[in-house]
């Protein structure tokens, strides 16, 4: 029976090491399909019909893909067992993560952590602090922040030289987010560290890019704000959501308003379309009672 063959199909990933989980329960519900007609081998046709009774576009490609991978390991054993070809529900893009909207005293508790990495009385700790702080107040991307020479940090802001799709942009901040990068180059030169790059390690060189988002979720981690090895919480890049999310919910709200702040926070987070900065905005609470308020006004103005 299939139902037989998935089970040793996912006994020998889980060996391996990987959960297999969400695969395995795909496969069973695929196999009690299969199994209603009576087949004991994989057939192209029903995985088809079984694929398209999906609940949308992105589960059936990639219920799919996953009873794909299965009928390639089963005809490896024996030939009359079906492989779909690749592809046929579309190749797709990776589902977005579900972003993390963080509140001020969990950022505040990230950016105390990372005073107490180590090695301590160096300039590593005060890195974190302050590159994690700068990615809040400005929504910057992390290449973006650790891009920025020290030259970048002028009178009028900081100059991003490493955009996305090789586009620079003059960023203004906040007096205090200056005042914080003030600090921080001054610790920096109490401490000798030289380098061109504005934010460094103990190499005198920015850190890299991956280091920084394993630092970030270890101290989510730490702090609770994450569970364990392989569960979901907050990632680097939900500073960015966060800025963008929070930033709408201070806009003030009439729909003019709303529309120049759009195309402002656009700019400001260097996107090529507006499109893109609508992506990281998020049905919230304080956005969704101001919705419905604005949609019980218009309601009173139109029964007038």
């Known amino acids: 029976m299939l139902s037989n063959d998935v089970t040793r199909y996912v006994a020998v990933y889980q060996a391996l090491g990987l959960n297999f989980s969400e695969q395995s329960r795909t496969l069973h519900l695929y ?29 059936a490609r990639s219920c799919y893909d996953t009873a794909r ?15 779909p070809p690749a592809g046929a529900f579309g190749r797709g893009k990776r589902p977005r993560p579900a972003p993390h909207l963080l509140e001020l005293h969990q950022i ?22 302050h590159l994690f702080g700068l990615l809040a107040a400005t929504g910057l991307r992390i290449s973006e922040a650790l891009g920025l020479q020290r030259n970048d940090f002028t009178e009028d802001g900081l100059v991003v030289r490493c955009g996305k799709f090789g586009k620079s942009r003059l960023l203004p ?34 850190p890299h890019k991956v280091t920084t988002h394993v630092i970030f979720v270890k101290l989510a981690r730490q702090l609770g704000l994450r569970g364990p090895d392989r569960t979901r919480g907050p990632r680097l890049h939900d500073l960015r959501h966060t800025f963008a999310v929070r930033s709408l919910e ?3 709200h009439d729909r003019q308003a709303v529309a120049h702040h759009i195309a402002a926070l656009c700019t400001y987070l260097g996107h090529a379309d507006v499109s893109n900065t609508y992506w990281y905005l998020e049905a ?8 419905a308020a604005a949609s019980e006004r218009l309601f009173k103005e139109d029964a007038a």
């Open 31 to 59: 196999a009690r399909y299969a199994e209603a007609y009576d087949d004991r081998f994989t057939l192209v046709s029903r995985i088809r019909d079984w694929c398209s009774t999906a609940s949308s576009p992105i589960r």
């Open 69 to 83: 991978r299965f009928c390639v390991f089963m005809n490896a054993e024996d030939s009359r067992h079906e492989v």
């Open 108 to 129: 505040r508790a990230i950016m105390n952590a990372a005073l107490d990495l180590p090695p301590r009385g160096s300039i590593r700790p005060h890195t974190y602090y």
């Open 173 to 206: 901040i906040q007096a205090s987010t200056r005042q914080a990068l003030n600090d921080y180059i001054a610790i920096r030169t109490r401490l000798g560290c030289d380098g061109d790059d504005l934010f460094v390690v103990t190499t005198g060189r920015a």
């Open 250 to 252: 201070a806009c003030a």
């Open 284 to 291: 919230t609470p304080v956005l969704l009672r101001d919705i």
